[in-house]
């Protein structure tokens, strides 16, 4: 045993020194200890920097000084640092211990309360906050106090009710994109029917596994109305809108086929730059079909899909609408934004054709067609199989 463990040494004296760390237990990384060398440099150095250092030490080696040193006297420590006047050293506590179970839950508490900055990672991380500490959070701050809570890789419905209680779009907007985040059928309406229109909680809202078909029909009227596009409200399509598709399903020849792809070559590279910069989502893609601008959709199609122009044209327009389903399944489309390119190419077809189309995409259909494109979307074999044109 070390001397300055020896049975000379004074109970306290050697809690203290064990804090410090002069003698890590077997396994310990030393650098990340707090260390007697730490304390001297601080003696030296008593600088907000300095203290924040010793903070995110300690912090870190909170669970191993538990087992080696009095409990209390850490939580003393951490007192001391919860309530030092320097927001870099509370801020660099809050870092070091926001995943840790073995702080004493008043300290995470107290650091969930704190300035924004410091409270950030404890409540987006911590195990020991509980619904009603959120809950009391969320309730008594402000917005940024929500937003970082419905960051968690796990909230329950009465958690996620209270965010939805903010009525702050970017709240509502985390919450629906975390996979994590318990959603009731209830609140899932309400974000339809509050926040549907919102495009960055739509985003979120469609990819969201649970959705019901009653909610998917609503998105995909909602998605239509934002893009005003009267297919969704009219089911019926202008000829020549309809014409343009039409004719890109019937160009199928491999001479007509290269000469468009070097058509589209910079429209192509255009294109690329968008889809690079984040600015080629869905529903930019529905756009362009709603427009006429099928070159442009395919072209999309294929950017999204990883794969080539021609093979995602013949699969776009496929008499097999499993094809169909598919390249837009590789391509990550939505439930409800795969409804509306299926709705535009069939009402296309139907209307060059001078008949009636073959569905009204009531209630059933879509609950069909949501049921068809979550079954391929399990099996990954059977899209691959459909994609190999």
């Known amino acids: 045993m070390s001397q300055s463990l020896t049975r000379e040494t004074p109970a306290g004296g ?3 020194v064990l804090l410090l760390g002069c003698e890590p237990a077997a396994g310990a990384r030393p650098e990340r ?4 060398a730490d304390v001297a440099a601080l003696g030296r150095d008593p600088s907000p920097e300095q203290r924040a250092k010793i903070a995110a030490k300690l912090g870190r080696s909170v669970a191993e000084l538990n087992r080696e040193v009095d409990a209390r006297l850490v939580e003393a420590v951490l007192e001391l ?4 006047v320097a927001k870099e050293v509370r801020k660099a506590l809050a870092e070091a211990v926001a995943d840790s179970a073995d702080v004493p839950p008043s300290i995470v508490r107290r650091l969930a309360r704190d300035d924004i ?4 990672p404890v409540l987006e991380k911590s195990p020991l906050l509980t619904d009603q500490d959120l809950i009391a959070i969320v309730r008594t701050n402000a917005m940024q106090y929500a937003l970082a809570v419905a960051g968690r890789s796990r909230l329950s419905e009465a958690v996620a009710d209270v965010l939805l209680d903010t009525g702050e779009a970017p709240v509502v907007a985390r919450l629906v994109g975390n996979v994590g985040a318990r959603l009731s059928a209830a609140a899932l309406e309400r974000v339809t029917a509050e926040f549907g229109r919102e495009a960055a909680v739509q985003e979120r ?8 078909f009653e909610l998917v029909e609503r998105l995909v009227r909602l998605i239509g109305e934002r893009l005003e596009w009267e297919l969704v409200a009219t089911h019926r399509m202008p000829l020549e809108r309809a014409q343009a598709i039409v004719h ?10 290269v000469a468009r792809e070097h058509g589209d070559r910079r429209r192509e590279e255009h294109l690329r730059a968008r889809f690079r910069a984040g600015e080629l989502d869905h529903e930019a893609l529905l756009a362009m079909l709603r427009d006429g601008d099928v070159a442009g959709f395919e072209i999309g199609v294929a950017l999204h899909a990883h794969e080539p122009v021609a093979r995602v044209r013949k699969l776009l327009y496929d008499p097999d609408r499993r094809r169909l389903a598919a390249i837009c399944i590789r391509a990550g489309f939505p439930v409800a934004h795969y409804v509306l390119v299926r709705m535009a190419i069939e009402f296309a077809e139907a209307a060059v054709e001078g008949r009636a189309p073959r569905s009204d995409y009531g209630p059933d259909t879509i609950r069909f067609l949501q049921e068809q494109y979550q079954r391929l979307q399990a099996s990954p074999e059977t899209v691959a199989e459909l994609c190999a044109v």
């Open 14 to 16: 050697r809690r203290r």
């Open 33 to 36: 200890r707090l260390t007697a």
């Open 81 to 84: 640092l919860v309530r030092d």
């Open 117 to 120: 900055e410091v409270a950030t």
């Open 205 to 212: 809202l469609v990819r969201r596994p649970e959705l019901s």
């Open 248 to 257: 890109a399903a019937r160009e199928r020849s491999a001479i007509d086929l």
